[in-house]
């Protein structure tokens, strides 16, 4: 239930709900009578969050990277660039990074400021990336960040953590799993998680995917 | 404001990341609608994102720890429009508009949602060589402006790595304020992990942000 939420810190209560219902909607009945706002506009801009833009785009990037080593060279040098060459049903817009995972190094993205985010290949970001804890301490304790999302790497491995400050925005490409040689595109994007593209999990595993279907 | 609660990076007492799973894009219909308001009205031309970003900054202490993230947005969007007399009061009380609205730069028309779908672009020509290379050893300036800034205050006097050049871009701590991109180079730089947080902090662990030249001495 949309109201129903209190697990997270940063979550609405009942009574934040009523009372942002009648403040949000006083709000656009003014900027609509002022002629600020079009509500035709406002509808489809929720639709287009709704609907259209998500990780989807993002576990596209992914796997055509695992499976197309010329894509990749483009990705890790311009991903903006590499990414609107895909035809996603969503444009990319400029200063979007790919950062790769590999055996030596693990890759963690936050923003400690507000909550900048990869929007236009993950979608909105979930309330965690926005949340205190996270933001807090992603920079100082990565590690316990990663055990509270039940991750485990190799003891020997590095974390690096982007803290997203100015306008550029940073996808993680995670690393491909084991047992899936010979795979289509299609089905290794099935295994690509929004977390895994976050740093805050990793891409999930044949046998996981069986599970799940 | 550049010293408030919205500076989070290493601060404790937050407790755990919880995540939702299946988590919707939104938890109430009002969400939605705020966040396209936010939208809309950043096309007009009236503000820009980091007068947006300062906005929620300025909001008090209780009121941005107390707030969902959406709250947040529409307290700001709020304090905006009030502040610059877009909006009165008395209609807010009112829940209806009582005068005539202002002249906008431009307006969002559904037809044209497709334009604020797309980030916008934030490089700038110039004509001034960037100062550092990649690679290059920098320290970050002590600084405490009392307006908004990108440089978080877990990283300042520190010292650090030149990894990329990112491009010359619009300086947030000028477009906040309303008096123009004033663009500089962008850098990511790393730092250690010791070198931000003691050393007793993990050696495996680097953490990097963009920084804006400004930000940057040599070292």
Not at chain 1, 103 to 123: A, I, K, M, Q, R
Not at chain 1, 147 to 165: H, K, N
Not at chain 2, 189 to 211: M, Q, R
Request: hydrophobic fraction near 40%.
């Amino acid at each position: 239930m949309p109201d129903d939420h209190t697990h997270s810190h940063d979550h609405q209560h009942g009574s934040e709900l009523s009372e942002m219902d009648a403040r949000v909607k006083a709000l656009e009945t003014i900027l609509t009578e002022k002629g600020y706002v079009d509500p035709a506009a406002l509808d489809e801009i929720v639709e287009a969050f709704e609907t259209r833009i998500g990780p989807k785009n993002g576990a596209r990037i992914v796997a055509r990277a695992w499976t197309d080593p010329e894509f990749k060279r483009r990705l890790m040098a311009d991903a903006t660039e590499a990414a609107n060459s895909l035809g996603l049903v969503s444009r990319v817009g400029s200063h979007l990074i790919a950062v790769e995972n590999t055996p030596e190094t693990h890759n963690l993205v936050v923003c400690t400021l507000c909550s900048c985010y990869p929007w236009e290949v993950l979608g909105l970001p979930p309330v965690w990336y926005k949340s205190a804890p996270y933001r807090s301490r992603a920079v100082i304790d990565p590690k316990g960040v990663l055990a509270d999302f039940g991750v485990r790497l190799p003891p020997d491995i590095a974390i690096r953590v982007w803290d997203s400050t100015a306008e550029t925005r940073f996808l993680v490409v995670p690393m491909r799993p084991g047992g899936t040689e010979g795979w289509s595109e299609e089905r290794l994007a099935e295994l690509v998680t929004r977390d895994s593209m976050i740093g805050t999990g990793l891409a999930k595993l044949p046998q996981q995917q069986v599970a799940v279907e | 404001m550049t010293n408030s609660l919205h500076d989070m990076g290493g601060m404790h007492g937050f407790g755990r990341v919880e995540a939702e799973p299946d988590e919707p894009p939104f938890h109430a219909r009002w969400e939605g609608r705020v966040l396209a308001m936010q939208r809309a009205m950043g096309f007009t031309g009236l503000w820009t994102i980091d007068a947006g970003r300062a906005s929620l900054e300025a909001l008090p202490p209780l009121d941005y720890l107390g707030s969902s993230y959406y709250r947040r947005w529409f307290l700001g969007l709020e304090n905006r429009l009030l502040g610059r007399g877009l909006i009165g009061a008395d209609e807010i009380a009112a829940g209806h508009s009582l005068r005539d609205g202002a002249p906008l730069p431009r307006k969002l028309t559904a037809a044209e949602v497709g334009k604020i779908l797309l980030r916008g672009e934030f490089a700038r020509p110039t004509n001034q060589p960037a100062r550092f290379k990649k690679g290059d050893r920098v320290r970050t300036r002590n600084i405490n402006p009392a307006t908004h800034t990108r440089l978080p205050r877990y990283a300042r006097a520190r010292t650090g790595i030149v990894e990329a050049i990112r491009g010359c871009h619009v300086f947030p701590d000028a477009a906040a304020l309303g008096i123009g991109d004033n663009p500089q180079w962008l850098y990511t730089v790393a730092f250690t992990a010791p070198e931000l947080w003691g050393a007793a902090a993990d050696h495996d662990v680097t953490v990097s942000i963009e920084a804006f030249e400004p930000y940057l001495d040599p070292a």
